[in-house]
């Protein structure tokens, strides 16, 4: 029976002040978490038992999430504590007993890959490699693990994070792998950052002559690892899959207001006299008299502008916060 683990431990720094007060695998694209983005994809396989790898300071806040949304996501949840952040690696093989003689997938819980469940596991076919990987083309490797392939379109080898990639292929967040990916990681060292690199260990299996098979990805991918792709993820998933210029909960109220494209309006918030664009506000947020573009305000916030400067500004504001513009 396959089996899933998705990485929740990292603490996303780049993405503060929101992370100071909520996981990134929390932070809302069109008021759905990103969590719940990857948990949709999973419900498209026949998995049922989940271990997510938790921080002490992520775990208590999803496993809240996962309680209030026990009806929607009918998994088998384990939560797996990686104490120190020492790599994807390193948080793979923590769940060697949870995965035990099963074949796994393995999530990034901070991406969000529309349709890679059916992309990385295609109807009827078996998965025999020891690995496989989605790869997407992209501009800029550099910030990601690369991938090169020999003539053939075999892989020859995966380097994380190179100064001088050697294709534009680089890996996205999902993984295939049968149990030897933990004998992989048993024969690694630590990289130059201090980590046990999923991508060496993939590289293990290929310098052992193991199959490994990378698939190219047709759709998009969206890491979620600054405020610019929260707000391009909030972009696309309004555009192009719920057709709509912007989303506001039920529980909200509008007044004298008017919003543009790409906002995402949360619970319980109050939004009077102000013009919003290109923005996400989270629960329980008060927006009175302010213009708004490409903007994230956290939850249980308060921005009042009683000024006669009614121009567009860009604010990043960390729940529980209050901004008087005067």
Same mark, same amino acid.
């Given at each position: 029976?396959?089996?899933?683990?998705?990485?929740?431990?990292?603490?996303?720094?780049?993405?503060?002040?929101?992370?100071?007060?909520?996981?990134?695998?929390?932070?809302?694209?069109?008021?759905?978490p990103v969590?719940?983005?990857?948990?949709?994809?999973?419900e498209?396989?026949?998995i049922?038992?989940i271990?997510?790898?938790?921080?002490?300071?992520?775990?208590?806040?999803i496993?809240?999430?996962?309680?209030?949304?026990?009806?929607?996501?009918?998994?088998?949840?384990?939560?797996?504590?990686?104490?120190?952040?020492?790599?994807?690696?390193?948080?793979?093989?923590?769940?060697?007993?949870?995965?035990?003689?099963?074949?796994?997938?393995?999530?990034?819980?901070?991406?969000?890959?529309?349709?890679?469940?059916?992309?990385?596991?295609?109807?009827n076919?078996?998965?025999?490699?020891?690995?496989?990987i989605?790869?997407?083309?992209?501009?800029?490797?550099?910030?990601?693990?690369v991938?090169?392939?020999?003539?053939?379109?075999?892989?020859?080898?995966l380097?994380?994070?190179?100064?001088?990639?050697?294709?534009?292929?680089?890996?996205?967040?999902?993984?295939?792998f049968?149990?030897?990916?933990?004998?992989?990681?048993?024969?690694?060292?630590?990289?130059?950052?201090?980590?046990?690199?999923?991508?060496?260990?993939?590289?293990?299996?290929?310098?052992?002559?193991?199959?490994?098979?990378?698939?190219?990805?047709?759709?998009?991918?969206?890491?979620?690892?600054?405020t610019e792709?929260l707000?391009?993820?909030?972009?696309?998933?309004?555009?192009?899959?719920?057709?709509?210029?912007?989303?506001?909960?039920?529980?909200s109220?509008?007044?004298?207001?008017?919003?543009l494209?790409?906002?995402?309006?949360?619970?319980?918030?109050? $939004?009077? &006299? @102000?013009?919003?664009?290109d923005s *996400?506000?989270?629960?329980?947020?008060?927006?009175?008299? !302010? =213009? +708004?573009?490409?903007?994230?305000?956290?939850?249980?916030?308060?921005? $009042?502008? &009683? @000024?006669?400067n009614?121009?567009? *500004?860009?604010?990043?504001?960390?729940?529980?916060?209050? !901004? =008087? +513009?005067?």
């Open positions: 029976m396959m089996k899933a683990i998705i990485l929740c431990a990292g603490r996303g720094t780049r993405l503060r002040p929101f992370t100071y007060s909520i996981p990134k695998h929390l932070l809302p694209v069109c008021n759905v969590l719940g983005y990857v948990l949709s994809e999973i498209n396989s026949k049922k038992d271990a997510l790898i938790v921080s002490n300071e992520t775990k208590g806040p496993s809240e999430y996962l309680s209030e949304n026990v009806d929607k996501f009918p998994f088998n949840f384990s939560f797996i504590l990686q104490d120190e952040p020492k790599g994807l690696a390193h948080a793979c093989y923590l769940a060697r007993n949870f995965v035990g003689n099963n074949d796994f997938l393995m999530f990034l819980g901070d991406n969000i890959i529309p349709g890679c469940v059916r992309e990385i596991l295609p109807r076919e078996k998965f025999l490699e020891e690995a496989r989605l790869v997407k083309d992209v501009p800029d490797p550099t910030p990601f693990g991938v090169e392939f020999d003539p053939t379109g075999r892989v020859k080898g380097e994380e994070k190179p100064k001088n990639p050697k294709s534009n292929f680089i890996i996205v967040g999902v993984y295939l049968k149990p030897s990916i933990f004998k992989a990681i048993e024969n690694i060292k630590l990289s130059k950052r201090g980590e046990l690199e999923i991508t060496d260990a993939i590289q293990y299996l290929v310098k052992k002559g193991l199959n490994v098979v990378a698939k190219v990805l047709n759709g998009i991918f969206m890491d979620i690892g600054k792709q707000l391009y993820a909030n972009d696309f998933i309004l555009r192009n899959i719920l057709n709509l210029p912007h989303i506001v909960s039920q529980s109220y509008i007044e004298d207001s008017e919003l494209n790409n906002v995402s309006i949360g619970r319980n918030c109050v $939004i009077k &006299n @102000s013009v919003l664009e *996400i506000i989270m629960d329980g947020t008060n927006l009175e008299g !302010v =213009r +708004l573009s490409k903007s994230v305000i956290g939850r249980n916030c308060t921005i $009042i502008n &009683n @000024s006669c009614k121009e567009s *500004i860009t604010l990043e504001v960390g729940d529980n916060s209050t !901004v =008087r +513009l005067n």
